[in-house]
């Protein structure tokens, strides 16, 4: 009896043992050339990066080429993914590659309008190394409660560089 209890905790603990394994390759991303910055609507309405929502004139967004500021290159994206709980995460990314010799902090700020025609914006700032590319991530998880028409965004650089390559 005391030999089938022993068996059966050794086959528990393998199999606890294996679920571990698999959760940890599930959770973790191999990708390791990327560093990514998140900004999530998850709890509460009340965002921790968000002005007031107002009107915005939609332009289209096109790079300025301001002296002394760090040279970049900028692409945007929209992708749906599921949740946990079988709900549509709409994920806004904008990548950001510092294509300057020097670091330098960059801020996205995302423009997103409602059917209403309100205007939340949501802005986060991020250190760039040279040649170094960066997400800015927006994910909005309920996308029942607040729905998005449009969405628009900006690139900014905020340190100004000295030296040319």
């Known amino acids: 009896m005391e030999k089938e209890q ?3 905790e050794i086959l ?5 043992i294996v679920l571990l394994i698999l959760m940890i390759f599930l959770f973790t ?3 390791q050339t990327k560093n990514t ?3 999530t609507n998850s709890f509460n309405k009340n965002y921790y990066y968000s002005s007031p929502a107002q009107e915005y004139n939609y332009l289209s967004y096109k790079k300025t080429y301001a002296e002394n500021y760090p040279d970049y290159d900028y692409h945007a994206y929209k992708k749906t ?4 709980f079988g709900n549509n ?4 990314i904008v990548e950001v590659k510092n294509k300057a010799c020097e670091e330098a902090y960059f801020q996205v700020k995302f423009y997103f309008t409602d059917f209403s025609g309100r205007t939340d914006t949501e802005a986060v700032s991020y250190y760039i190394k040279s040649k170094e590319t960066k997400e800015f991530v927006y994910k ?3 996308s029942d409660d607040y729905k998005i028409k449009r969405w628009d965004y900006e690139v900014l650089p905020k340190t100004k560089v ?3 390559c």
């Open 6 to 8: 022993r068996i059966l």
């Open 12 to 16: 528990l603990g393998a199999i606890l």
């Open 29 to 31: 991303s191999t990708e």
């Open 37 to 39: 910055t998140t900004i």
């Open 81 to 84: 993914t599921k949740g946990v």
């Open 89 to 92: 995460v709409d994920k806004y």
């Open 140 to 142: 909005n998880i309920y």
């Open 162 to 164: 000295y030296r040319t």
